[in-house]
């Protein structure tokens, strides 16, 4: 890794180390959206009994704010790309704090739905994060930090277990909120000890007009970019189908379907929080040696294939195992792959909006998965579950394939474009 020296404001890093703060910074970030978006799962039934909410009524709230972390996730590109990584990646972890600790102050059911509603906010540093790595990360390692910097979300749920043990058994759920303005000193060290990206302020520099913005979203239309386009949408959707089936009805399933004891069950959700975590970082640093389409594609697979398996009754075991190989593969592959090869595959104009788009995208299986996959465990079909969300990880996998290979140690910039295409957008057509 290279050792140039870097200054922001009166710091003085070398490469390394600015590389390694960077890296800590958005981990922190990563934490924080963690604890925020799954404080609000864990505190709900005390919510609920708290201020007179039916479950029924909480189900609205929640589709509500799945609905404005989609809005949320298409708004952030076009910020990434007009006021900088940097600052976007401030933005996001304060409103992902802030909004959703402000549910500690909420004392009626209307308040709480305001709120609650609003908190669809707290996975936005999800997007930031990894649009502020890639531009800083060298070439070798750039999907080993990838990786890393992806891991903090679990790391984030994690810890609200650990807490919520500690906190909720004596009632005091609004504590849990308080923790999230942890935001606060998080965008104070970001403000202090980062700065914006040489990538964005090159491609500020080459924007003569505010219509050169505008004019850049016609790259979208590329042939190439709008197979590419296409292809990670598909794989997006597929990958957040199966952990939105997981992460939300899983232990249902493997309760109902499995016949595993409710805290057998829960085991196998920590299984899978971990296994995520050493999948990313696994998959990320073999993107380093590999294409990341490749690597994204063969764990979209495995992952379907352990998925699929799940539909077969089995022990404890026989669930542990293929938890923990679906987690490795599919949400590894989502991590450690998938953000490289959307980051490597766009331009410096454009790569926020793309991580917007292509996020948001795959986000809108959240607002149907839940509620088509309940249908069908509520109608005695559990085992179809697995294996539709299989069928439609192959589905995505395969479709990924429309996207450029991309060589591992390429250039940021040379995934996106060749020496023959032209740089300003003025000159796109």
């Not at 292809?231 to 959707?237: D, E, W």
């Not at 299984?271 to 993107?287: H, K, M, P, Y």
Request: aromatic fraction near 10%; glycine fraction near 12%; proline fraction near 4%.
């Amino acid at each position: 890794m290279e050792q140039e020296t870097i200054r922001v404001g009166r710091l003085v890093y070398r490469r390394r180390g600015y590389v390694a703060v960077l890296c800590a910074v958005v981990v922190l970030g990563e934490i924080l959206s963690g604890f925020a978006s799954v404080t609000r799962d864990v505190t709900l039934p005390l919510i609920l009994k708290s201020l007179h909410l039916g479950v029924a009524q909480a189900g609205l709230i929640f589709s509500g704010s799945f609905v404005l972390t989609v809005l949320t996730n298409f708004a952030l590109g076009p910020i990434l790309d007009r006021v900088g990584r940097k600052r976007g990646f401030q933005g996001a972890v304060l409103a992902a704090g802030v909004i959703t600790g402000m549910t500690a102050l909420v004392s009626s059911a209307g308040a709480y739905a305001v709120v609650g509603i609003a908190a669809g906010v707290s996975l936005a540093p999800q997007i930031t994060g990894p649009a502020l790595v890639s531009e800083e990360a060298p070439d070798d390692v750039r999907g080993l930090l990838m990786g890393i910097a992806g891991v903090g979300f679990t790391f984030g749920s994690i810890i609200v277990g650990l807490v919520a043990h500690a906190v909720l058994p004596s009632g005091h759920w609004r504590w849990m909120y308080l923790y999230c303005f942890a935001a606060l000193p998080i965008v104070a060290l970001a403000g202090g000890l980062l700065r914006e990206t040489p990538y964005f302020t090159a491609a500020q520099e080459r924007r003569s007009t505010a219509r050169a913005f505008r004019d850049e979203w016609r790259l979208f239309f590329q042939p190439r970019f709008r197979r590419t386009t296409v292809a990670l949408l598909a794989y997006g959707f597929a990958g957040n189908l199966q952990s939105v089936f997981f992460l939300a009805l899983g232990v249902t399933f493997l309760t109902t379907y499995q016949h595993l004891a409710i805290g057998t069950a829960s085991l196998a959700v920590t299984l899978e929080g971990l296994f995520s975590v050493l999948g990313g970082i696994v998959l990320g640093r073999i993107t380093d040696h590999l294409p990341s389409r490749n690597v994204a594609f063969l764990s979209l697979l495995l992952g379907s294939a352990a998925m699929a398996l799940l539909s077969r009754p089995g022990g404890a075991t026989w669930v542990f195992v293929l938890v923990a190989g679906w987690s490795f593969f599919t949400l590894g592959g989502i991590g450690g792959a998938q953000s490289r090869y959307i980051a490597e595959s766009y331009p410096t104009e454009i790569r926020g909006r793309a991580f917007g788009i292509l996020f948001g995208g795959a986000f809108i299986a959240s607002i149907v998965t839940t509620a088509a996959f309940g249908a069908l465990m509520g109608s005695g079909h559990e085992a179809l579950a697995p294996l539709i969300a299989m069928a439609v990880g192959l589905v995505g996998g395969l479709l990924l394939l429309l996207g450029r290979s991309i060589p591992a140690r390429a250039r940021l910039e040379e995934g996106a474009l060749t020496a023959e295409e032209p740089r300003h957008p003025a000159t796109w057509s």
